[in-house]
């Protein structure tokens, strides 16, 4: 993610015992990250690194679970129907699938449903339950990753003689339960320091068929399921403590060689070696492709896919999924930029302890993801809203925050809710997100620590030449990383920027090269970062260690903080005239120029032969005078200035470049990049390149970011002030060099950046002229 000026954390003291270091040859930094994280004695180190070394907790833990196995027995035994009610995220189908394929094995008589995210939300809508009773005259009701606060509809089917079994995961209404002779199997009803306490739904589904095999004498066939499970934690972003993190490492083993023909399309088409997965792989691309169906399609094509035994549909569905999640990305994309913008628009915002944005066009299904990457972003809860006259979204925490509770506090607001207290549902009037935001950042602040400024924990200090695969082949070992096992952070000190270059098919991150003072050098991928400043000056970065597929080392930045602190000097007082409102601003000019002839015209994008006296911020040298002509591009462009001619006067005023629409800017911004490639070997200062078409930095990068993409010109890159611009690869046309989402993005960043652009020019434009000077 993005710098954050984030808070970073010394490494935590340890004091490993000789038992314990010698479990890890002596290794000090691994057995230290573990004591840190709370497995300080043999048998617990043990059983975290190998499942083979830990001991699970028994099915029979969970409340109701036997009733519930011996109830689903009975069914078997008496080809009894089975309605299995599940939900439409990752968690939801594999649990469903889970279920479905568990009992089918068994012979059972089973059926399933999934609620329509847009049209129903989560949870068990009475007439859709009562629609799908009369199609398939069920007489048991199993739930999984859903029902535990559906009370009008269990108790319905209750009263009409069903057997009604909810297994959830979700937090219960006020510690309600649903009333016997419903059977609720779910790990809340456990001490939350219970080893089963963090399962994800198909987490308490595996739990009720383990049980329901071994009372069978089929516990072997059990192996075959937990693929499922792994899919299901890792796509809810449980906990990776105790069970749960025992299931995962062996549904990774089995995920690793599964025989599930869906499952092997789905990794086909997602372009991952089944043999070498890892949890982040499902969290990044598997886990998304399977949510697309749910979150903008139908998700029991998901649960289809997860079940089938033909090839032919498997392949048939994954393409399906593919294609719903590239228009997932762009509409993704989209959404986040409209919210960044929100944001840049009114950053009061951000002084919530709760972010809380509302947008009636958004997508329902996608902002989620979009609110997780801005919980991550900026390190609180984040609500994002769509839709109107109801508003209907997702709440997202990061690790450390529970935002299900002040939502609960205030549930009177709302008219759903749901979820834990990383993520939760919710829909209410339009009307009320104003006091939402209010009360829930006022609950938030009561009961838990909001940290002025974000902690990062920083968990080990190294050299750049100890970044070594032996050590990121060391680190692997405390694998899987996720929620509640995140990668080790390690920081290098004191380094400065060497190279930079945006990466990616969509121009959206960073590949930096970064040196310390011996002269070592390391390259570091920055995610996310191509609208980012750089680092400048000596600086430290702190970042995730990983091998990649191609057995590389791998460093993701995370964070980076200046270590010299920047120089501030204190500017003698300036006196400004402000023309800014001059009907005839050209004939103001030549009456200013009369009265100070040495003054400095900074005036951009015009012609040098028709406007020679004009100067561009390439070109300000020192002067007593300084005349703004042309508006600034941005606010640092007017420090700059002011910082190159330090003048003791400053003349205000607000002349329209000449290369004003963005189409102009487009033609103008191809006719430099040629230029610099025929003329400058491909070589240019941004401010050469910037002050040509009076545009911000930003515009000209995202600008020849989206010629790039086009086919226009070559790969760029940008690194210490400058632009590196390669020729078009010959014989390639714009048809042959991009694809429409590609292109799409590109172009929607390269519009967003010129928006900023204009926005500071009409901030420019009717601020105070003192303020517009302090910047």
Not at 583 to 593: G, M, N, Q, S, T
Request: charged share 25%; glycine share 6%.
């Amino acid at each position: 993610m993005p710098s954050m000026n984030r808070r970073w954390l010394d490494p935590p003291p340890a004091d490993p015992s000789s038992e314990v270091l010698a479990l890890f040859a002596n290794d000090a930094l691994l057995a230290r990250l573990l004591w840190t994280r709370g497995y300080r004695d043999p048998d617990s180190v043990r059983g975290f690194l190998s499942p083979d070394e830990y001991v699970p907790a028994a099915p029979e833990a969970l409340p109701d679970l036997v009733k519930a196995s011996a109830v689903l027995q009975r069914a078997i035994e008496q080809e009894t129907p089975i309605l299995i009610w599940g939900d439409f995220d990752v968690d939801g189908q594999t649990a469903t699938a889970l279920l479905l394929d568990g009992l089918s094995r068994l012979g059972a008589k089973v059926s399933y449903y999934l609620p329509d995210r847009a049209t129903e939300s989560h949870g068990i809508k009475l007439v859709s339950l009562q629609r799908e009773l009369d199609r398939t005259q069920a007489a048991i009701l199993l739930t999984c990753d859903t029902g535990v606060t559906e009370f009008e509809s269990l108790e319905y089917a209750s009263s009409i003689g069903m057997q009604v079994i909810v297994t959830d995961h979700h937090e219960l209404a006020e510690g309600r339960l649903p009333a016997p002779p419903i059977l609720t199997v779910n790990p809340h009803r456990l001490p939350a320091s219970h080893p089963l306490s963090s399962l994800p739904g198909v987490g308490v589904a595996y739990m009720l068929m383990q049980h329901l095999y071994t009372s069978l004498g089929k516990e072997r066939k059990l192996a075959a399921l937990l693929d499922l499970v792994a899919l299901g934690i890792v796509g809810d972003v449980a906990t990776q403590t105790a069970d749960t993190r025992y299931l995962l490492q062996r549904g990774l083993d089995e995920l690793r060689r599964t025989g599930r023909i869906g499952l092997q399309a789905l990794l086909d088409v997602a372009r991952v070696n089944a043999a070498t997965m890892t949890a982040e792989q499902i969290g990044f691309q598997i886990a998304p492709r399977l949510n697309a169906a749910g979150r903008i399609g139908d998700a029991r094509r998901s649960v289809e896919l997860l079940t089938t035994r033909r090839s032919d549909d498997a392949h048939l569905i994954a393409q399906q999924l593919e294609g719903l999640n590239a228009k997932r990305r762009l509409d993704t994309q989209q959404i986040e930029a409209a919210a960044l913008d929100m944001l840049n628009d009114d950053p009061a915002l951000l002084r919530d302890a709760v972010l809380v944005l509302h947008q009636p066009q958004w997508h329902p299904g996608l902002v989620g993801i979009v609110a997780n990457s801005l919980a991550e972003r900026y390190a609180r809860p984040v609500i994002l809203l769509a839709g109107d006259p109801i508003a209907r979204g997702s709440a997202r925490a990061p690790d450390g925050y529970d935002i299900f509770s002040p939502l609960a506090a205030h549930a009177d607001l709302l008219n759903t809710f749901g979820g834990h207290p990383g993520a939760a549902g919710l829909s209410l009037a339009v009307e009320k997100i104003p006091l939402l935001r209010q009360l829930v950042s006022q609950s938030l602040r009561r009961t838990q620590e909001v940290p002025e400024i974000p902690a990062l924990q920083i968990d080990a200090v190294v050299t750049l030449d100890q970044l070594t695969l032996d050590l990121a082949g060391r680190l692997v070992r405390l694998a899987p990383f996720g929620q509640g096992n995140p990668r080790p952070v390690i920081a290098v000190n004191d380094l400065s920027l060497d190279h930079a270059a945006i990466i990616g098919r969509q121009e959206l991150h960073r590949k930096i090269t970064v040196q310390d003072r011996e002269g070592r050098a390391q390259t570091l991928l920055w995610w996310h970062s191509s609208k980012e400043p750089l680092p400048e000056g000596r600086f430290d970065v702190a970042f995730n260690m990983g091998i990649n597929e191609r057995g590389d080392l791998e460093l993701i930045l995370l964070d980076w903080r200046q270590r010299e602190a920047p120089i501030v000097e204190i500017k003698r007082e300036i006196i400004i005239h402000d023309w800014r409102q001059e009907r005839d601003p050209r004939a103001k000019l030549e009456e200013v120029k009369a009265a100070a002839p040495d003054a400095i015209i900074w005036a951009e994008s015009y012609s040098r032969q028709q406007y020679p006296q004009y100067t561009r911020r390439a070109e300000l040298t020192p002067a007593p005078t300084l005349i703004i002509f042309t508006p600034p591009s941005d606010a640092n462009a007017l420090r700059c200035a002011v910082d190159a001619v330090q003048p003791t006067q400053i003349h205000l005023f607000n002349m329209p470049p000449p290369i004003g629409s963005t189409d102009d800017i487009m033609r103008q911004l191809k006719r430099a990049a040629v230029n610099v490639i025929e003329a400058r070997a491909g070589v240019e200062s941004m401010d050469v390149i910037a002050g040509a078409l009076a545009a911000s930095p930003a515009v000209v990068m995202t600008g020849l970011a989206l010629l790039a993409v086009r086919g226009e010109i070559g790969a760029v890159s940008f690194a210490r002030g400058k632009a590196r611009i390669s020729p078009a690869e010959s014989g390639t046309g714009v048809d042959q060099h991009s694809d429409a989402a590609q292109e799409q993005a590109a172009l929607v960043r390269f519009q967003a950046a010129v928006s900023e652009m204009m926005a500071y020019r009409r901030f420019y434009s009717k601020t105070e002229a003192s303020e517009v000077i302090r910047g």
